[in-house]
């Protein structure tokens, strides 16, 4: 017998995305924000793209990151008039007076977005991403408590027997009837048992919800301060160090130990990967709702396979270090509600994002 099946052809292709070239009126840190979405973000019925940005102000934090990608910038909108191919204006500068006049002297062909609509429709968005966010924290957090459970039981059975092994080393080692060429060996089986130890005492510490003492600081003042902890091993190291802080920066409600542990533990292993005299910057940046700290090397390097292992606690990392304390810091971050993510190229070094978000900080 011959079974016959049907088989189904979709002749409908996917139509290819619309192009849509839109100009930017105001060049603040929302601007620079809408661009960055733009550009990290791929939309399912429009190939956005941003033809220009317009503020009255030269170094307006929109219009300079504009103009270093290379988009044209202007200090007047009306310069836009000329585009042939411009379908959108978004006015983002919170002036009806400006929005008025847009709309009087704008071509007919060109649609406007205003900054209310703009505002909404980037509430949305960022609503969506915190749902998705939630979730995925949500889902991290669950694994992590069963995680969490099986390493505090592994952690008390292992240190009880290696309590009594140190302290039977230390026994032999003081033991007058111990050849001296023993007592070496016996300072080894020390040695190790209080490095596991100290392991064991960091995944404690990693499996256990943080406490928290918030109060109110800057993260500039953050950033001085992890610079001046590092100083020494700075200079040591022969790296150039550089600070650019938002003078904007508004003080934040936060644990200022924890996270300068947190920073200080990111800075340190940034700078195991690079060589001098190259330089490590730290910028902080308000950008509409989020709170940036950028840690950029202009070298350091960091391998695939390493970089996929960096917040790994298990895993062992350049010069032999685990990754506990990078993932304490990774915790420490996002207990604050925040992100962090690691961005390596062989050509332009290493940049170390976090963000967090200012309504969960003030």
Request: glycine share 6%.
């Amino acid at each position: 017998m011959t079974i016959k099946t049907r088989v189904r052809r979709n002749d409908q292709r996917k139509p290819e995305p619309e192009c849509l070239n839109i100009a930017l009126v105001g060049g603040n840190s929302a601007g620079k924000s809408l661009i960055k979405f733009l550009e990290t973000h791929r939309l399912r019925h429009f190939h956005v793209r941003v033809v220009g940005v317009a503020d009255l102000r030269v170094d307006a934090p929109g219009l300079v990151y504009a103009r270093n990608k290379g988009i044209y910038t202007t200090r007047d909108y009306r310069d836009f008039f000329a585009f042939e191919d411009l379908h959108l204006l978004i006015e983002i500068t919170g002036r009806d007076e400006v929005l008025e006049e847009i709309m009087r002297t704008k071509p007919e062909h060109v649609k406007v977005i205003d900054h209310l609509s703009a505002r909404l429709f980037w509430d949305l968005i960022e609503v969506q991403e915190e749902k998705i966010g939630c979730e995925r924290r949500l889902a991290h957090s669950s694994r992590l408590a069963t995680v969490g459970r099986m390493a505090s039981y592994l952690a008390h059975e292992i240190r009880n027997p290696l309590v009594s092994i140190g302290g039977f080393a230390t026994t032999i080692q003081n033991s007058s009837e111990l050849p001296e060429m023993l007592k070496p060996k016996a300072q080894i089986i020390i040695d190790e048992v209080r490095r596991l130890e100290a392991v064991l005492k960091s995944m404690r510490d990693f499996v256990r919800p943080l406490k928290q003492h918030k109060t109110r600081y800057n993260f500039n003042k953050l950033v001085q301060r992890a610079h001046s902890t590092l100083e020494p091993e700075f200079k040591a190291s022969g790296l150039e160090f550089v600070m650019d802080l938002d003078s904007e920066m508004p003080d934040c409600l936060f644990d200022v130990d924890l996270m300068l542990e947190a920073l200080v533990t990111i800075i340190r292993r940034l700078m195991e990967f690079m060589e001098p005299p190259e330089r490590l910057s730290l910028k902080t940046e308000v950008c509409w709702d989020t709170i940036g700290i950028y840690i950029q090397g202009n070298g350091g390097w960091i391998p695939p396979d390493v970089l996929e292992n960096m917040f790994n606690p298990f895993a062992t990392h350049h010069r032999g270090n685990t990754g506990l304390d990078m993932a304490m810091g990774k915790k420490i971050i996002e207990d604050h509600g925040g992100e962090i993510r690691i961005i390596s190229e062989k050509d332009t070094g290493t940049t170390v994002i976090i963000e967090l978000p200012i309504e969960a900080a003030w």
